[in-house]
């Protein structure tokens, strides 16, 4: 089936081919913090906890969605739900696109079994959203036992994919009208382009509780799809997008709910400056699925604890005992 087959070669191209951002960079590397060298605090009490959604967090990050729908995607999926279990962190789970085409591959999703506790969020991509009903949306997240819903907005991928959908018309109405009627929170994501302050502005408008920016500087979703086909469109705007650290400062002008800091965010470094700019947590994608693919679920619970730990003496280096702390900081 062509979804099955897709998601076989997004995650192939991820895991082998170069896909990060060529010469645009997420702008966290600019973000200076001011070094407190006598604090008053010890390391031990920094408190990382954090809340997103109703949902406790050990630390404010998750890993953002990546997979769904194959035998493969049903191993990373657990390994990573496992590892997020342990850590107490929040998990999105892939596009339910191919579920909801295909209900049989629900348990290439279902996680709940490992990780009952954590923050878990079901996916969709906007442009899809007017192919099924409120309830047929609805029961797909029950049946994986989703908290929220995060809705991709990917105008930027679609016009590049072979395969893609780019056509958009209507989908900011279904975002508004599943924000109202669906039972779960609802969020929107972008994939790794950004979200500026005009797409901020439109949203703020429904009943979504959350942004996540996904911004420009990390993995390259025009790239990753070029590579499928349209290679020459890719050169051209393979570095598109809303730098992750614009997009947050825009995301938090326009918008009151919660912000989470993505797309390029490679150390707990970086989630504290996305804090301090605005957001509220951390996502990470390609830089986990990597450590999945060499370690399985060990793996990918070293490589969060160290994001954990570098969140941790972050923290203390700037005199932050909790995240509410991290937020009073000036950029
Ligand atoms: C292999 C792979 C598959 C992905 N699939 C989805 C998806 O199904 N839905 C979605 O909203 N985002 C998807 N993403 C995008 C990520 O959630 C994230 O927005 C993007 O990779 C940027 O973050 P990064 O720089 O930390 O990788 C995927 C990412 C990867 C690496």
């Given at each position: 089936?062509?979804t099955?087959?897709r ?7 991820a ?7 060529r ?10 913090l ?23 967090f ?23 739900a ?34 009952p506790?954590?923050?878990?969020a ?10 099924f009903?409120v ?20 105008a ?56 996540d ?10 790239g990753?799809?070029?590579l ?10 393979w570095d ?9 400062f ?24 996305g ?36 969140i ?9 005992r ?10």
């Amino acid at each position: 089936m062509a979804t099955e087959k897709r998601k076989e070669e997004h995650l192939d191209i991820a895991l082998k081919e170069s896909v990060s951002f060529r010469h645009v960079a997420t702008g966290l590397e600019k973000v200076q913090l001011q070094y407190n060298c006598l604090p008053d605090i010890s390391l031990e009490d920094v408190d990382t906890s954090a809340e997103f959604l109703g949902k406790k967090f050990n630390a404010p990050l998750m890993v953002s969605a990546i997979t769904g729908g194959t035998e493969r995607a049903k191993k990373i999926n657990r390994d990573i739900a496992k590892a997020c279990q342990k850590l107490g962190i929040g998990m999105g789970l892939g596009s339910q696109r191919a579920m909801l085409e295909k209900p049989e591959l629900k348990d290439t999703y279902y996680v709940r079994d490992v990780a009952p506790d954590i923050f878990l969020a079901g996916n969709m991509g906007a442009t899809q959203l007017r192919d099924f009903s409120v309830e047929k949306i609805e029961k797909a997240l029950s049946e994986v036992g989703a908290d929220a819903l995060a809705i991709h907005l990917n105008a930027a991928q679609e016009a590049v994919q072979p395969d893609g959908t780019p056509d958009f018309r209507g989908a900011f109405e279904k975002i508004a009208e599943l924000s109202k009627k669906l039972k779960k929170p609802v969020y929107v994501k972008e994939v790794g382009h950004g979200i500026g302050w005009i797409t901020a502005r439109k949203l703020a408008k429904t009943n979504i509780r959350a942004i996540d920016v996904q911004g420009a500087g990390g993995t390259s979703w025009i790239g990753i799809d070029s590579l499928r086909g349209n290679r020459e469109l890719g050169e051209t705007f393979w570095d598109f997008g809303i730098p992750t650290a614009v997009s947050i400062f825009e995301c938090r002008q326009e918008f009151k709910g919660k912000i989470i800091a993505s797309g390029g965010i490679r150390s707990g470094l970086d989630i504290i400056k996305g804090i301090i700019l605005g957001a509220d947590l951390g996502g990470i994608a390609l830089p986990v699925l990597k450590a999945q693919a060499e370690g399985g679920e060990k793996g990918v619970e070293e490589y969060l604890e160290k994001i954990i730990r570098e969140i941790k003496v972050g923290m203390f280096l700037l005199n932050a005992r909790t995240i509410e702390d991290l937020k009073r900081k000036k950029k």
